[in-house]
């Protein structure tokens, strides 16, 4: 079992940043991928950012350019850095990790509003 905790979340304005923390706790060494979902209102879950155990990394192309994602191994934790924010980047936030086995754990989300 992997117990994922968000934080981070909040109200922005247009062009503002945040950084999104996810620690992450349990069976650690068994986590081949962690990601970054979000949900908007009405809309489905899609995924933001993904970083791999060996570092790898891919992102939406909505996102390309503006955040960044990265991993303390130490730590445990998992961040989204989010740059040049925009209203349409307000969804909720889900840290996300995947084991060997294939089974999706998943944080309960944090809140982000971009509004001015």
């Known amino acids: 079992q992997v117990q994922l905790v968000e934080s981070g979340g909040g109200v922005v304005q247009p062009g503002g940043s945040l950084r999104l923390s996810c620690a992450a706790s349990?069976?650690?060494?068994?986590?081949?991928?962690m990601g970054w979902y979000r949900q908007a209102a009405g809309n489905e879950r899609e995924m933001v950012a993904r970083?791999?155990?060996?570092?790898?990394?891919n992102y939406a192309d909505s996102v390309k350019g503006r955040f960044t994602i990265s991993r303390d191994n130490s730590a445990n934790t998992l961040y989204l850095q989010m740059n040049s924010l925009k209203p349409e980047d307000t969804a909720v936030y889900y840290c996300?990790?995947?084991?060997?086995?294939?089974?999706?754990?998943w944080g309960q989300g944090t809140q982000v509003t971009v509004s001015s």
């Open positions: 349990g069976s650690i060494l068994s986590v081949v991928v």
């Open positions: 970083i791999t155990s060996d570092r790898r990394t």
């Open positions: 996300h990790a995947a084991d060997l086995r294939a089974f999706n754990y």
